[in-house]
C-alpha cells in the first residue's frame, strides 16, 4: 500500500517562501505522475501543480505559475512545492497525491484521477 506523507507546511509571512516536500513509500514511486492540491477552510480541494513520472511535464494552477514550482526525486521518492513569494490567499492544507497513470493522460488537474493521498500539511501566510 502506497503511502504519502507531507512535510515543510509552517507560519510564514507575505513574500516568504516554504519548500513543502511529499514523501512516498510501499509502492513505485518512479512510475507514478505526481500532484499537489490544496484546501482552504470553507472551499473545496483545488489543484496546485503536478508533473509527470519522469518530470518533463509540469502543469500549474494560473495563479501560482511563476511563484511555485513543482519538482521530485526518483531516487528519493520525494515529490517537492517549492513555494515563493507567498500571498495570505496561498494559506490552505496542501496535499501531495499520486496518479498510477505516469503521463497523467486523463488530466493532471483533477483530483478524481488520483489514486493515492497523504494527510496534507498546513501552510498559513499572514498579511
Known amino acids: 500500500q502506497v503511502q504519502l506523507v507531507e512535510s515543510g507546511g509552517g507560519l510564514v509571512q507575505a513574500g516568504g517562501s516554504l519548500r513543502l516536500s511529499c514523501a512516498a513509500s510501499?509502492?513505485?514511486?518512479?512510475?507514478?505522475?505526481m500532484g499537489w492540491f490544496r484546501q482552504a477552510p470553507g472551499k473545496e480541494r483545488e489543484f496546485v501543480a503536478a508533473?509527470?513520472?519522469?518530470?518533463?511535464?509540469?502543469s500549474y494552477k494560473n495563479s501560482v505559475r511563476g511563484r511555485f514550482t513543482i519538482s521530485r526525486d526518483n531516487a528519493k521518492n520525494t515529490v517537492y512545492l517549492q513555494m515563493n513569494s507567498l500571498k495570505p490567499e496561498d494559506t490552505a492544507v496542501y496535499y501531495c497525491?499520486?496518479?498510477?497513470?505516469?503521463?497523467?493522460?486523463?488530466?493532471?488537474?483533477?483530483?478524481?484521477?488520483?489514486?493515492?493521498w497523504g494527510q496534507g500539511t498546513q501552510v498559513t501566510v499572514s498579511s
Open positions: 497525491a499520486g496518479n498510477r497513470d505516469r503521463w497523467g493522460t486523463r488530466g493532471l488537474a483533477y483530483a478524481y484521477n488520483y489514486d493515492f
Open positions: 510501499g509502492g513505485t514511486f518512479s512510475t507514478y505522475s
Open positions: 508533473l509527470t513520472w519522469n518530470g518533463g511535464n509540469t
